[in-house]
């Protein structure tokens, strides 16, 4: 899903590409729905106001979005290709064997990566508060979790249910990242510090036939 890693190349999707057009409304709408946090709640925000903001017509709003979580949905997806994009990058320049290990601290840089760029909005997500941007944040994630593990090669081996131990992790990965950021943690630590807990993580008794380091 993320790096088919062949020879020493990576090997990507190639998405039909849009007009521009449709994209620079596209990004405009995403970005007001950004800019739109920082005066109320999401659950509180409208598509009207969305538009109004954004100088969209409803109409144009509706022919691309179901709602305004259609439109949370491609931004967590954007940002999904910026954590893909780094990551690659990553394995090709320092992960060539597609060690699993590596895989996955390549991994936590790529998340830090997206957080350091898309800043604005994940200030808005806090674990703690259980609202719908966590809510959906943390479905999105969970829903794209096997695909992104076995696109990073062979799957560390679980001692426990799969399923569960992804919920698992995802919550609880996931939940430690944004809190840290919620916090205002240093970014450079925060990527450190959440590597050793990877670590911890991986060379813990929830893992077997995994490589001890």
């Known amino acids: 899903m993320i790096c088919n890693m062949k020879n020493g190349k990576t090997a990507e999707k190639t998405e039909k590409k849009e007009d521009k057009r449709v994209i620079k409304t596209k990004r405009n709408l995403k970005e007001t729905l950004i800019r739109l946090l920082d005066e109320k709640p999401f659950e509180k925000l409208t598509v009207t106001e969305i538009c109004k903001e954004a100088q969209t017509s409803r109409i144009t709003f509706y022919t691309y979005y179901g709602d305004k979580y259609d439109l949370l949905q491609e931004l967590y997806s954007d940002m999904n290709e910026v954590e893909k994009e780094v990551f690659c990058d990553l394995q090709k320049k ?29 200030q808005h997500i806090n674990p703690m508060s259980r609202d719908d941007l966590w809510t959906t944040y943390g479905s999105f994630i969970l829903n794209n979790f096997p695909e992104i593990e076995t696109g990073m090669g ?60």
Do not use: C
């Open 94 to 122: 320092n992960n060539p064997k597609n060690d699993t290990v590596r895989s996955y601290m390549n991994l936590v840089t790529s998340i830090i990566e997206k957080y350091r760029r898309y800043g604005s909005f994940f």
């Open 154 to 213: 062979r799957r560390i081996n679980p001692a426990y249910s799969e399923k569960q131990l992804d919920v698992f992790l995802v919550t609880g990965f996931w939940g430690y990242l944004l809190t840290g950021i919620h916090d205002g943690r240093n970014l450079d630590e925060l990527e450190k510090e959440t590597q050793n807990v990877m670590k911890d993580l991986i060379n813990s008794n929830l893992f077997v036939g995994t490589k001890r380091f």
